[in-house]
């Protein structure tokens, strides 16, 4: 697991548990001749298996107990997929249309002038009034400039 981002604390932790690999079981590993992946990952997932068995110093439990207990929580992942949002605040001009990315889209008459949200999945674009956040239209986004 990598350390955050502008989190230098994580770092020691990370480092701690690849020490524990490194000095417990990877060093014994490193003892023996292997002629097939097979047999390395066989040995490999044995040692894992152990270290996540083997309980705590200072903990009454050992890592499996506690990711079972954690895995009991865990929510299901979404069925839909994650789509990726682009949002930019922008004003239907004089002619009712909104420039996004390079093309534009137009509004309703009545939305001249109103400040707008614009939100782009890579299929759509949908605008929505900056106030309330009500749909004002939904277009296909556009693949080329205009």
Known sequence: MPARV???????????????MEKGFFHDLAQRDYFSLEAFNRDLRENIDRLNDTPFTKKPHSR?????????????????QYQYVERKAAKSSGDFHIRFD?????????????????????????????????????????????
Not at 6 to 20: L, M, N, V, Y
Not at 114 to 129: F, Q, S
């Open 64 to 80: 499996r107990f506690y990711w079972e207990e954690e895995r009991k929580v865990l929510m299901q992942l979404p069925s839909t």
């Open 6 to 20: 502008k989190k230098p604390r994580d770092k020691s932790s990370i480092e701690c548990k690849i020490g524990i």
């Open 102 to 146: 390079n093309s534009y889209y137009s509004v309703e008459k009545s939305h001249r002038h109103k400040p707008l949200m614009v939100y782009a999945t890579a299929e759509t674009v949908t605008i929505r009034l900056a106030e309330t956040n009500k749909v004002v239209c939904v277009w296909p986004r556009a693949k080329a400039r205009g």
